[in-house]
């Protein structure tokens, strides 16, 4: 049912989607006290509380155009993304080491991997949904040519490093919330939020760089941007500084396009099994 709807929505133009998705996007936030609170206090937190209309409505179109960026002929979707700064992978990639892609929740970041895919093999660190009966569209959805998707376990881990080996390059969320053992706690918009680990730990096996990539929504459906942006962050020798580096290297990123980042997301939540930031062992 939700499969076949999502690939009903996808015939529509994404200027449609889009105005849909800002309707929707104030309901939600309207109607439900929980999601509004989230996304006021995170939006605050970092600093960006004036974004707060226009986040609303960005909210709403990330979940919109998702039958467009997963059921739309490929090629119809690719036209929509416009690639900048490509040649910083090509430059990374000519060392023969692959490269690490950091990829926050952060504009249409769905669309990232297929942009990446179009021009080299990727293989992209997934997380399967909760919900079962969201599986097959999403891994049926994000299943491209070129795209590998490696599951978020030591399985995952080992196609992620043999990738690299391979000189190619991998993509993972940085700001997505790891399980227990995966992560340290580390500022993040003033507030400690459970880091994942592996971005550094990769790039200390294997010697791959570090590159962010972001694709910044465009106005009025006119498709995206994918943008690759060098990193520049001092990683230091810690787990806590190299997740402090990503971080910070995140809010950066996220002060390009404010009202695009998902403020709604859980960001700061206590994984089971993991004590509190501040909580003696």
């Known amino acids: 049912m939700l499969v076949s709807l999502f690939r009903l ?7 449609v989607l889009h105005l849909i998705g800002i309707a929707m ?23 960006h509380r004036t974004y707060l209309y226009k986040a609303i409505g960005e909210a709403g179109k990330g979940i919109f155009e998702l039958p467009f960026i997963w059921c739309a002929n490929p090629q119809r979707v690719l036209r929509t993304a416009r690639i900048e700064g490509w040649e910083l992978v090509q430059q990374a990639m000519a060392g023969g080491r692959g490269v690490i892609l950091l990829t926050p929740h952060l504009g249409c970041f769905e669309i990232t991997a ?5 021009k080299t093999a990727l293989s992209a660190l997934y997380r399967p949904p909760r919900k079962a009966a969201l599986k097959p569209l999403i891994e049926g959805a994000r299943a491209r040519a070129n795209l590998k998707l490696a599951p ?3 399985a995952g881990v080992r196609i992620l490093l043999k990738a690299l080996r391979n ?7 940085p700001d997505q919330v790891p399980q ?12 400690a939020a459970y880091t994942m680990t592996l971005p550094a730990k990769l790039h200390q096996m294997s010697g791959a760089p570090l590159i962010l990539v972001y694709a910044e929504r465009l106005s009025w459906g006119r498709g995206f941007a994918t943008r690759f942006v060098a990193f520049d962050q001092e990683l230091g020798d810690t787990p806590q ?13 996220v002060a390009r396009c404010p009202a695009q980042y998902i403020w709604s997301y859980n960001r700061y939540k206590t994984p089971p099994g993991v004590s509190a930031p501040g909580a003696s062992s």
């Open 180 to 191: 227990n053992g995966e992560g340290v706690w580390a500022d993040f918009f003033g507030k």
């Open 25 to 47: 996007g104030w309901l939600v936030f309207l109607a439900s006290p929980s999601y509004r609170r989230r996304l006021i206090d995170n939006l605050g937190r970092a600093g």
């Open 167 to 173: 000189g190619e390059a991998i993509g993972l969320l």
């Open 9 to 15: 929505l996808s015939f529509l133009p994404l200027p």
């Open 241 to 253: 500084q190299q997740a402090r580096a990503i971080n910070t290297a995140m809010e950066r990123l």
């Open 114 to 118: 297929q942009a990446v895919a179009s």
């Open 152 to 154: 978020a376990n030591l």
